[in-house]
């Protein structure tokens, strides 16, 4: 008996319903929920921890030494810092102040493409620097490190390629460089000048302390080992062993003062302005307000005689010198009534009407088309015109 029932016990255990139990997770899952949920929370925080680790750190700001994307600087952040070069980004003006008083001989870069910076700051960090690399100024940063650059424009779609052309000996050494979406500037010494062009896309003032390049691409991740792109920057930027790396934002806006008024920022000229429109506005108020006689009160509805509604559209075309309206108003009216009188539909065309009158009247029909297809020009034709067409219809009426 003994034997007997623990083959029946084997046999049962692996019936057909445990195994089916075995081979779908779904029904496994269902019996172990809580487990499982325990299980898929581990395994999320565990993904979110190694995708941490593998991500690359760093900002998405253009031309930052954080930015690993192809708009960034850290590619030549890290070479310069081979090179023997202390790369130091600010991100505020104090920074950037406090970085260039702790080196002796600093070299500052700048970008500041929204113009973040007023006049004063910028004489400040100028004189506080040994040498001032600008990328991309605006017009108000170059009037105010007053070192006799001014923009040029752009360099053409054409000159995708630079050549040197200039005396200087990092841009000698460095070669061609990309030209696409870079700006030109005159003044000092410039480099890597277009064809026909006396500005350049790299400008060194005459005593050498401000450099100014014009285009963001060569220092960036996507195009640093472009052409001459990696050696230009390593010569512009990494002539001294400390360089401060300043791009300012919004959090440098002077907000110290208070706010222009609107009548502050208006020009002298504005103050004028007003009364003049409120003249003018009076003006037309009285010339087309004015009323023909009182007001009559009459019952409605009116019944408005047809001759009165002709008259007055006439008077209006008249008053607008409506001339192309009132022939074409004149001709419709002429063409179905031609077409009424001659049976010819609905749909008769004006070419089919004109013809059909020319059969009528025994007439050529190319008279007819003429006349009616005619455009006058002034209101003695159109009145001339209208009394053709009038001709015309009591011709076909009278037969």
Same mark, same amino acid.
């Given at each position: ?51 941490? @680790?593998? $991500?690359?750190?760093?900002? /998405?700001? %253009?031309?930052? !030494?954080?930015?690993? =994307?192809?708009?960034?600087? &850290? ?96 841009? @000698?050494? $460095?070669?061609?460089?990309? /030209?696409? %979406?870079?700006? !030109?500037?005159?003044? =000092?010494?410039?480099?890597? &000048? ?108 009116? !019944? ?96």
């Amino acid at each position: 008996m003994t034997g007997t029932v623990s083959e029946v016990t084997d046999k049962g255990s692996h019936s057909p319903k445990t195994k089916v139990a075995r081979r779908n997770p779904f029904r496994w899952i269902h019996q172990h929920r809580a487990l499982a949920a325990v299980a898929a929370v581990v395994a999320a925080a565990l993904g979110l921890v190694v995708w941490e @680790q593998l $991500a690359p750190k760093g900002d /998405g700001v %253009s031309l930052s !030494v954080h930015n690993p =994307g192809p708009d960034g600087a &850290r590619a030549v952040s890290q070479i310069l810092g081979r090179h023997g070069v202390s790369v130091r980004d600010s991100n505020t003006y104090e920074d950037a102040m406090t970085a260039l008083a702790a080196s002796d001989s600093p070299t500052l870069l700048l970008h500041d493409p929204d113009g973040f910076l007023d006049e004063s700051r910028l004489r400040e960090l100028s004189g506080a620097a040994k040498r001032v690399v600008v990328v991309s100024p605006r017009l108000q940063t170059l009037a105010a490190l007053d070192s006799g650059i001014s923009q040029a424009g752009v360099v053409p779609a054409a000159s995708s390629v630079l050549e040197p052309g200039c005396s200087l000996p990092d841009a @000698q050494a $460095a070669g061609a460089v990309s /030209g696409e %979406s870079g700006f !030109v500037y005159d003044g =000092g010494t410039s480099c890597y &000048r277009p064809t026909a062009s006396t500005a350049g896309l790299l400008a060194v003032s005459g005593d050498g302390h401000v450099s100014v390049l014009g285009s963001t691409a060569i220092l960036s991740n996507e195009r640093l080992d472009e052409r001459g792109n990696a050696a230009l920057a390593i010569r512009t930027l990494g002539s001294s062993p400390d360089l401060v790396w300043y791009l300012p934002s919004v959090a440098d806006l002077d907000i110290s003062g208070s706010p222009q008024t609107l009548d502050e920022l208006a020009p002298e000229w504005a103050r004028f302005l007003g009364p003049w429109l409120a003249l003018v506005a009076l003006a037309a108020i009285l010339w087309r307000g004015r009323r023909h006689g009182p007001l009559v009160f009459e019952p409605l509805p009116v !019944v408005v005689k047809a001759v009165e509604t002709a008259e007055g559209r006439a008077r209006l075309y008249h008053d607008s010198h409506a001339i192309d309206q009132a022939r074409d108003n004149l001709r419709a009216g002429t063409l179905v009534r031609l077409a009424r009188k001659l049976r010819l539909g609905p749909g008769a065309t004006a070419d089919g009407t004109a013809e059909a009158a020319a059969r009528f009247l025994d007439r050529p029909p190319h008279g007819i088309k003429q006349l009616l297809d005619e455009r006058p020009r002034n209101e003695a034709r159109l009145v001339a015109w209208s009394q053709e067409l009038d001709t015309l219809e009591k011709e076909v009426n009278s037969r």
